[in-house]
């Protein structure tokens, strides 16, 4: 079971980046995925995730209005469209798996992903 991320960069505010995360190893239908991120002295925090049955998507309030998330079964990949980014969005963003159906309450908590990828780095410039 493997997770890669890619697509992260250097962008000014008000910009756009879109991530990837591509999957392997595993039915990729049945598994939610999620990204998180971490600031540099931050705890890493939820940011946007899919769940596997329904691909409901779910956004960390800070974010909504801006990231999209959609994933495409077919291709094995999630990707995550960033648009108006902030400073304060700089951060490495991680992608994740769980197994299973996960209720909409739980969808966020980190300890649900048993699988996480190295992390891709955004820098929002002011």
């Known amino acids: 079971v493997q997770v890669v991320e890619s697509g992260g960069g250097l962008v000014q505010t008000g910009g756009s980046l879109r991530l990837s995360c591509a999957a392997s190893?595993?039915?990729?239908?049945?598994?939610?995925i999620g990204w998180f991120r971490q600031a540099p002295g931050k705890e890493r925090e939820s940011v946007s995730h899919?769940?596997?049955?329904?691909?409901?998507?779910y956004h960390a309030d800070s974010v909504k209005g801006r990231f999209t998330i959609s994933r495409d079964n077919a291709k094995n990949t999630v990707s995550l469209q960033m648009n108006s980014l902030k400073p304060e969005d700089t951060a490495n963003y991680y992608c994740?798996?769980?197994?299973?159906?996960?209720?909409?309450?739980?969808?966020?908590?980190?300890?649900?992903?048993?699988?996480w990828g190295q992390g891709t780095q955004v820098t929002v410039s002011s």
């Open positions: 994740a798996a769980a197994y299973g159906f996960i209720h909409a309450s739980n969808i966020r908590q980190q300890q649900k992903y048993a699988n």
């Open positions: 190893g595993f039915t990729f239908d049945y598994w939610a």
């Open positions: 899919i769940s596997s049955s329904r691909n409901s998507p």
